[in-house]
């Protein structure tokens, strides 16, 4: 399994942050440029990747101000995992961690990690700039 990871400090209480990430519908203000055909609700997201694939992702658990797992609803092209951590840094301001685990073989390792990796700072990138 591919662990790629990424994470931000958020000048928000968690509970505001957990709020923003638990509804899907605030996950198209995270994603790139090379994201389209976006729909979803609070629960369900479905959208392009440029030149790569579709997808369609559900979130599958919740906890709530601690985390929240999204797993794909139809079949990917390879087995993957999309969570949030959320975590109090003590001083009102909060570590939003995204973690994305891709079931890779070595040859898909060498084309998807990057990108994958390029995706979650992104989008721990935009949602630091969004929620300050």
Same mark, same amino acid.
């Given at each position: 399994?591919?662990?790629?990871?990424?994470?931000?400090?958020?000048? !928000?209480?968690?509970?505001? %942050?957990?709020?923003?990430?638990?509804?899907?519908?605030?996950?198209?203000?995270?994603?790139?440029? /090379?994201?389209?055909?976006? %729909?979803?609700?609070?629960?369900?997201?479905?959208?392009?990747?440029?030149?790569?694939?579709?997808?369609?992702?559900?979130?599958?658990?919740? %906890?709530?101000?601690?985390?929240?797992?999204?797993?794909?609803?139809?079949?990917?092209?390879?087995?993957?995992?999309?969570?949030?951590? %959320?975590?109090? /840094? $003590? /001083?009102?301001?909060?570590?939003?961690?995204?973690?994305?685990?891709?079931?890779?073989?070595?040859?898909?390792?060498?084309?998807?990690? $990057?990108? !994958?990796?390029?995706?979650?700072?992104?989008?721990?990138?935009? !949602?630091?700039?969004?929620? $300050?």
């Amino acid at each position: 399994m591919t662990i790629i990871e990424s994470n931000a400090e958020i000048n !928000l209480p968690v509970e505001k %942050v957990y709020q923003f990430l638990a509804d899907l519908n605030n996950h198209q203000q995270l994603m790139p440029d /090379n994201i389209y055909n976006w %729909v979803s609700t609070a629960d369900t997201a479905s959208f392009t990747i440029q030149n790569m694939a579709k997808l369609a992702i559900h979130i599958s658990e919740r %906890v709530e101000n601690e985390k929240l797992i999204a797993l794909p609803t139809e079949k990917s092209p390879f087995d993957l995992s999309l969570q949030w951590t %959320v975590k109090d /840094n $003590g /001083n009102g301001t909060t570590i939003a961690t995204h973690t994305i685990s891709a079931d890779l073989n070595m040859m898909m390792k060498m084309l998807a990690a $990057g990108p !994958l990796q390029k995706l979650a700072d992104h989008q721990t990138t935009k !949602l630091k700039k969004i929620l $300050g």
